[in-house]
């Protein structure tokens, strides 16, 4: 029996919770079929899920398909919690891509296929509701392939569409053999000579699906059922098994920690290499620290179960680790963990409620950002205030009402403010030396900042030569380096930059005859600590740096006749509209819009659309701010860009 780890994933309501339901009753799990409406699903097991009808923590549940045993893990859908669903990728080894008959590919399909894509996860596709009155078949089979960017192959044909009575018969068609002519050969070779075999299609099928370059596309119902069995049967046969050597050295990812009842901290892992056991000691996390496995539990047909271990390929809870956190390794690293997606791009201050005890605050916040490291919690020690990034609207009243009912902590929310980022002008430099000028320090720190490719973060490299300075010191600096461009010259994070360093130099160890060590006389981390930031901020300064705030790409579609009212409120809220296409009394635009500026557009287009109109949008980029003051963000570090105020802070003594 082979193991299969297989993420479902969509747009928010097109059915994935409810798919998972289907597939455990298919499979035999479950013998009776739970509701989203009802709040009775296997998967969506927090009493905020069952209320709200949505999906808001990935949830892990196992089910047999013949010899293949599938551990199923189903993610949120909406935009707000695409964190959750960016944690799962890493420990896939396929998925299934749920898209809406009715809706189509929306905007967050697409990001979610981009990024399928880019990590090389093999993927299928299942249209849902095609029960439904306004369901689509064969235009939506085109739309796939062009909105998507991707080689679909149909694995059937669809009878009855937008009735209860529709279905799907499965059966490859005569396009799967030209889709498949262009990335195999050998195919390519049988249909020009017209002698294409069905056994030669569905070898290549499984083959070119598991490189990720074709994507069976199934059409079916998770109400009805229709074409359930037919993507058993595709995610048995097309997908890869998981691998990995049990006797290897132990490797694996912790992509969720929750608590337990009690309090204590549960990593949810999977094992790439090896075997772990109850009473094993790991090394985990990027400082190496070291815990022992208490206990595990691992999923098997429908709920997970208490074991011994748990092998290479597997999935399992894991109890004794208390400083684990998510995307830490487990044993010997495989890759460095990575976001796929872009960071949270709104901010907003919690106001906690008069009679709310701010230390158990504190400690719910901190446990809100253990279990999802993307919400960052920002605290300024002078205003007594603590800021959270948050993706939407819809995360911020779910955080809010977590705290209330898991944690007893009633608060409310500041307006929702965009997260903008900085990124230098041009090229600046500076350096401090010891003993010279006013430098109270031991240490002598010299810094270029210079502009970098969009997208390529924050880069730290050398001119001076490695030998001429204690490593101590040289991480000193470049960890300085990167926590103070949290808060550049206007207060957001910089971001898009290499940072070089020019100079260096150091007070070596020394002491008193027949003494100690001497601290005054000798440098230390602290000294180069202390200094970075003011040779930091003097070279951004000459350098300058330019604030730019996030963009959504939106798609709104809307009654042709709405136009009219329409276009003058996205023009207000500086959306740009970059395409508009009519499909009959109905008009698609697609354009650019500031990320602040969509929650408002949302409320908005019911009434502007008489209820018809459909609005979609996700983050494209950061564009520099071009109307209106640039906004800045109040500091809570020491304000290198102020001197004296940095010095009485850190040393208690102007330089």
């Known amino acids: ?134 369901a689509r078949g064969a235009d939506l089979l085109s739309s796939l392939s062009e909105r998507l960017k991707a080689a679909v192959v149909p694995m059937g044909s669809v009878e009855d569409i937008g009735t209860p009575a529709a279905g799907f018969r499965p059966g490859l068609g005569p396009g799967a053999a030209a889709v498949l002519a262009d990335h195999d050969d050998e195919v390519l070779a049988a249909y020009v000579e017209d002698s294409v075999s069905h056994d030669l299609l569905r070898t290549a099928l499984a083959a070119r699906t598991r490189q990720t370059l074709v994507h069976p596309v199934y059409f079916g119902s998770a109400i009805t059922g229709a074409g359930v069995p037919a993507l058993l049967t595709g995610i048995k046969e097309l997908l890869p098994a998981a691998g990995g050597d049990p006797q290897g050295p132990l490797s694996g990812t912790v992509f969720k920690v929750e608590r337990g009842p009690a309090g204590e901290k549960i990593a949810c892992a999977r094992i790439f290499s090896g075997t772990l056991r109850t009473r094993d000691r790991v090394i985990f996390g990027e400082a190496g620290e070291e815990g022992k496995v208490t206990a595990i539990s691992v999923f098997d047909h429908g709920t997970d179960t208490g074991s011994d271990s748990v092998p290479a390929g597997r999935i399992g809870r894991l109890w004794g680790l208390g400083g684990i956190r998510i995307g830490d390794a487990i044993g010997v690293p495989r890759t460095a963990y990575e976001h796929v997606f872009a960071p949270p791009t709104l901010e907003t201050v919690v106001v906690p409620a008069p009679d709310a005890d701010r230390r158990a605050l504190h400690l719910a916040l901190t446990r809100l950002a253990e279990q999802d490291p993307l919400i960052g919690l920002r605290h300024d020690e002078v205003r007594q205030e603590t800021a959270l990034s948050l993706y939407g609207e819809v995360q911020k009243e779910v955080v809010q009402a977590t705290l209330a009912d898991e944690f007893g902590v009633r608060v409310t929310f500041r307006e929702t403010t965009p997260l903008c980022v900085e990124r230098p002008v041009g090229t600046g430099a500076a350096a401090e030396f010891i003993k010279k000028d006013d430098n109270p320090f031991l240490a002598t720190v010299g810094l270029r900042v210079a502009p970098g490719p969009v997208g390529s973060g924050v880069r730290f490299a050398r001119e001076v030569e490695l030998g001429a300075l204690p490593y101590a010191f040289f991480k000193a600096v470049e960890d300085t380096v990167r926590e103070t461009l949290g808060q550049g010259l206007h207060g957001w994070r910089v971001t898009d930059c290499v940072v070089t360093m020019t100079h260096s130099g150091y007070a070596p160890r020394q002491s008193h005859a027949h003494q100690g060590f001497d601290k005054s006389m000798s440098s230390t981390g602290a000294d180069f600590r202390a200094l970075t930031p003011l040779v930091l901020v003097d070279a951004l300064r000459r350098a300058g740096s330019r604030v730019h705030e996030p963009m959504h790409r939106f798609r709104v579609e809307a009654p042709a006749d709405t136009l009219g009212a329409l276009l003058p409120v996205l023009a207000a809220a500086r959306a740009v509209p970059q395409s508009t296409e009519t499909r009959g009394r109905v008009c698609v635009l697609e354009g650019t819009v500031p990320a602040a500026q969509v929650h408002g557009l949302e409320r908005q287009l019911p009434g502007l659309t008489r209820g018809e109109g459909e609005w979609g949008s996700a983050f494209d980029h950061y564009a520099p701010v071009a109307h209106g003051t640039v906004p800045e963000r109040a500091r809570t570090d020491h304000n290198p860009l102020n001197r004296k105020e940095y010095l009485l802070n850190v040393t208690r003594r102007v330089g």
């Open 1 to 134: 029996m082979h193991l299969l780890n297989l993420g479902i994933l969509a747009h928010v309501d097109a059915g994935k919770t409810s798919l998972t339901e289907r597939l455990l009753h298919t499979a035999g799990v479950i013998d009776a079929l739970g509701s989203v409406d009802d709040g009775s699903t296997r998967t969506d097991t927090l009493a905020l899920e069952r209320q709200r009808g949505i999906t808001i923590k990935s949830a892990v549940v196992s089910f047999p398909v013949d010899d293949v045993t599938v551990n199923l893990i189903d993610t949120p859908g909406h935009p707000d919690f695409i964190a959750e669903v960016e944690r799962v990728l890493g420990v896939l080894d396929g998925a299934v891509l749920v898209v809406s008959a009715v809706e189509g590919v929306q905007p967050q399909t697409r990001v979610l296929m981009r990024t399928l894509r880019r990590l090389r996860i093999p993927t299928l596709l299942f249209v849902n509701k095609i029960d439904r009155r306004g």
